[in-house]
């Protein structure tokens, strides 16, 4: 680039770049946004976990922090207890 003189976009890219739909990128039926949402909700419930046992970090630094495979599974262990108590 000269100094001074703005970068010019190709004509290619500039045409592919206003395209609003994308004739290659997938087709999201019904069974994919179940399956998105599917997801969304198992996020939404390691979050919660992670939140109701002090924080991602908190967790993270526990198992870090942990001295035997024990101890990480306990750790583990109550992940999964939350899960099945935040699903009744």
């Given at each position: 680039?000269v100094?001074?003189?703005?970068?010019?976009?190709?004509?290619?890219?500039?045409?592919?770049?206003?395209?609003?739909?994308?004739?290659s990128?997938?087709?999201?039926?019904?069974?994919?946004?179940?399956?998105?949402?599917?997801?969304?909700?198992?996020?939404?419930?390691?979050?919660?976990?992670?939140?109701?046992?002090?924080?991602?970090?908190?967790?993270?630094?526990?198992?870090?922090?942990?001295?035997?495979?024990?101890?990480?599974?306990q750790?583990?262990l109550?992940?999964?207890?939350?899960?099945?108590?935040?699903?009744?």
């Amino acid at each position: 680039m000269v100094k001074g003189v703005p970068l010019q976009q190709s004509p290619s890219m500039a045409t592919t770049a206003g395209n609003q739909h994308d004739s290659s990128a997938p087709n999201i039926n019904s069974n994919d946004k179940d399956s998105f949402g599917k997801v969304l909700y198992i996020i939404n419930e390691l979050i919660s976990i992670f939140n109701s046992l002090g924080g991602i970090e908190n967790v993270y630094n526990s198992l870090k922090n942990c001295t035997s495979d024990f101890q990480k599974m306990q750790i583990v262990l109550r992940c999964f207890e939350n899960i099945g108590s935040s699903n009744n």
